[in-house]
């Protein structure tokens, strides 16, 4: 988590920094659905990509490279945040589009399903996502096929500056999964153990093959929607949500529980900021793609 925060601290204070999508807040839901995934297993993400890709293990400097548009990002800088891929680390994609990941889950799960190779799928959507057809058509489908996916809502309660309350009928999200007969349940998105231990949980049930399952994730957005949009939101009510980060939360609870002393806290922080430094460095040292390049790759 402490990765995460510090790789997109830094990206959003360079010039070029592009349009971006930035999860401060939200690592915990990364973190803790990475901690459930395998090695055979493939993560699917919205547009709010570093940390999903982060947390699933592709390497920061690739990834900063890649949001910078130079030659060493895993799609030669073609992807940038929203369309960002790298399979080999277990991270099948971004999709810009809200909701255009969902429905390309269900053809990665179907395939998991055909190999047999043990294997699950995981999709990562916002609440935005859930007044979508194509989640109703794949929560649909996915029930029916009995396909190897998991479902997560990182519901950080905002669409740009919409109140999921204003968008949304359902009392819970999760309660979307349980009309198609789904495991389903809905956990505090802040706390990585609690995100962790429900996520483990719902991929086991997948991964014995008994139908997909749905996880809702209640986390904050402590920044404005993307690196352009202006916030909407009070001082007063930021504050509070600033009170809330994941990471100063879990912080906390090892230093009192005694796992952590401060010293070594000072030290993750450390280290975070350093391999970051390295990423940035990395991708700086990338050439730009050649103009020649600019319809390769192009249907």
Not at 27 to 56: C, F, H, N, W, Y
Not at 79 to 108: C, L, Q, T, W, Y
Not at 247 to 263: C, D, F, K, N, T
Request: one cysteine or more; proline letters at 4%.
């Amino acid at each position: 988590m402490m990765l995460i925060r510090a790789f997109e601290t830094a990206l959003a204070k360079r010039p070029d920094h592009g349009f971006q999508l930035l999860s401060s807040g939200e690592e915990a839901v990364a973190v803790g659905l990475s901690a459930a995934l395998t090695d055979k297993d493939q993560l699917l993400s919205g547009g709010r990509s570093i940390g999903p890709a982060l947390a699933r293990g592709a390497e920061p400097g690739a990834v900063m490279a890649e949001l910078l548009g130079r030659v060493a990002g895993p799609n030669r800088g073609r992807g940038g945040r929203g369309h960002m891929a790298d399979p080999e680390s277990g991270f099948f994609g971004a999709h810009a589009v809200v909701g255009g990941n969902i429905s390309i889950a269900a053809g990665v799960a179907l395939a998991k399903q055909m190999a047999g190779d043990g294997g699950i799928v995981a999709v990562l959507f916002g609440d935005g996502a859930c007044g979508a057809g194509v989640l109703h058509e794949t929560l649909n489908i996915s029930a029916c096929w009995r396909l190897p996916l998991l479902f997560i809502c990182n519901n950080n309660q905002l669409s740009v500056s919409t109140a999921r309350t204003a968008a949304l009928a359902p009392a819970k999200l999760s309660d979307l999964g349980a009309a198609f007969g789904m495991w389903t349940r809905t956990v505090d998105g802040l706390d990585v153990a609690c995100v962790a231990a429900a996520a483990t949980e719902a991929a086991g049930h997948v991964r014995e093959g008994r139908g997909p399952a749905f996880l809702e994730c209640v986390s904050v957005r402590l920044l404005s929607h993307s690196t352009t949009a202006r916030e909407t939101r009070s001082r007063a009510t930021l504050t509070e949500l600033r009170a809330q980060c994941p990471i100063r939360r879990q912080v906390a609870y090892l230093q009192s529980s005694g796992y952590l002393e401060i010293a070594q806290a000072e030290a993750l922080e450390r280290e975070a900021a350093d391999r970051v430094a390295e990423a940035m460095a990395f991708a700086d040292a990338s050439p730009y793609p050649e103009a020649s390049e600019v319809l390769d790759h192009v249907g």
